[in-house]
């Protein structure tokens, strides 16, 4: 696509629901980041991929996240059992292949536990 | 890991230049972006450099010092569009980014 799509735009949900996180790439790029967002703070990196392998995933806060990418395209983080502190924007971004390219940023997800 | 230091906000006239610096300790180091982030907006790609020195692009130009862990960005003629948060990024086994810097520009 012409650029990275994420949806939804905004969620909102109750503590201890499930959630999911949905992001397009941009066609072509094999380098897929997930970041989180809380308001005023400055971006938490959370997991990398290259194609559908995630060399890093040693940002994931804890066990209730987890993130795939199939097809070595579109990637969905889950987060299980949603916590208040979980709220903030999710930001997916995209590179040509994850070496020395910018990053394309989506809109972002902002997720809202009540 | 990667330690990224940057000031948290600065506050300039119309017209005027400011210079954001950056301090980074990082494993490995692949190169150094610098991002802009309007507020409730995504992040933007505003500048990358690998090499030390210089690059000049239009009103914003980028500094680096690789054996001092130490960039900066330089706005100038600032304009009022300018007001954003300006994010450091240090690219090394991963890209992490700075907490950011809010630049204000009052007229």
């Known amino acids: 696509g012409a650029g990275v799509s994420q949806s939804p735009s905004n969620k909102v949900t109750e503590k201890g629901k499930d959630v999911e996180l949905r992001c397009d790439p941009i066609s072509g790029h094999t380098a897929l980041y997930w970041y989180r967002q809380s308001l005023g703070q400055g971006l938490e990196f959370l997991i990398y991929f290259q194609g559908n392998s995630a060399p890093d995933k040693s940002g994931l806060p804890s066990d209730r996240f987890s993130a795939e990418r199939t097809g070595g395209s579109v990637s969905t983080l889950t987060i299980q059992r949603t916590q208040q502190e979980d709220s903030a924007v999710y930001l997916c971004?995209?590179?040509?292949?994850?070496?020395?390219?910018?990053?394309?940023f989506g809109s972002g997800t902002q997720l809202s536990v009540l | 890991g990667q330690n990224i230091d940057q000031p948290t906000e600065m506050t300039a006239t119309e017209g005027a230049i400011v210079q954001i610096n950056c301090t980074y300790q990082t494993s490995g180091f692949n190169g150094l972006f610098w991002y802009q982030q309007h507020a409730g907006e995504a992040p933007t790609f505003l500048s990358y450099n690998v090499l030390d020195g210089l690059e000049e692009k239009g009103r914003f130009s980028s500094f680096l010092s690789r054996s001092k862990g130490y960039s900066y960005l330089l706005l100038k003629e600032l304009q009022m569009k300018d007001s954003a948060s300006y994010l450091c990024?240090?690219?090394?086994?991963?890209?992490?980014f700075g907490a950011g810097t809010q630049v204000v520009v009052t007229p």
């Open positions: 971004a995209s590179s040509l292949d994850g070496r020395n390219e910018k990053l394309f």
């Open positions: 990024a240090p690219l090394g086994g991963k890209l992490q």
